[in-house]
């Protein structure tokens, strides 16, 4: 099983939609969370660390799950220059970062 | 400014040639790290580096070597013995606070293309 999973998509929405992803990961003692964008061709950049409390930024909402062992990210009032893809990352077992391989969201006008 | 530079931008090499490609950092950060993305693919963890002399193979190890002589730099060798080396590859480092690891901060990447 792979440490860090997500569903790769394509996630095909309407602008104005709202849309969730969730990102599993293995290690229940992980303490770090962050979701990453990456545009094509691009370096994957921060979009929001996720706080056991959950986060919001704007349209962009980060929940934890510990007891499940995920987390996710939710954009609501979807934009066509959201359309990207969507990394998670979690500190693994041996205390570096690992991420998943992304879930890729197109949004359409 | 604090930030993380990956040079070159586009590397092209012959086959049977060993390149390497340049990552430096001035955020102070331990932990270093090289991934390869093939395209429409997701991060491949070829090294990683959590302090100076002391380096660990990643999930795709062979066929590259890495240094971390000093804490700003890591830089990876691509060796002949990697047979397809035509990728996207990327450069990231974090911090460590209060006994977690920082988010990472990535380069802008080398393209390198085998001719």
């Known amino acids: 099983r792979k440490e860090v999973e997500q569903d790769p998509g394509p996630f095909n929405v309407p602008e104005g939609a709202t849309v969730a992803f969730n990102c599993t990961y293995s290690n229940s003692a992980s303490q770090s969370f962050f979701w990453y964008r990456q545009d094509c061709r691009k370096e994957p950049k921060l979009l929001m660390s996720v706080y056991s409390s959950g986060n919001e930024d704007g349209r962009f909402t980060a929940q934890l799950n510990r007891a499940s062992q995920y987390i996710s990210l939710l954009i609501r009032d979807s934009k066509l220059s959201d359309s990207a893809t969507y990394l998670c990352v979690v500190e693994d077992a041996g205390n570096m970062l690992t991420f998943g391989g992304g879930t890729r969201l197109m949004v359409k006008p | 400014d604090g930030g993380i530079t990956q040079s070159p931008k586009y590397l092209f090499r012959k086959e049977g040639q060993n390149v390497t490609l340049s990552c430096e950092q001035n955020l102070n950060h331990d932990a270093m790290y090289w991934y390869r993305q093939d395209p429409g693919q997701g991060l491949r963890l070829i090294y990683y580096?959590?302090?100076?002399?002391?380096?660990q193979k990643g999930d795709i190890a062979e066929g590259y070597s890495v240094s971390r002589e000093k804490k700003e730099s890591f830089p990876l060798t691509v060796t002949s013995a990697q047979k397809n080396p035509t990728a996207f590859y990327l450069c990231a480092s974090s911090g460590w606070e209060r006994g977690l690891y920082t988010e990472a901060f990535f380069g802008q990447g080398t393209r390198l293309t085998v001719v």
């Open positions: 580096s959590q302090i100076v002399n002391d380096f």
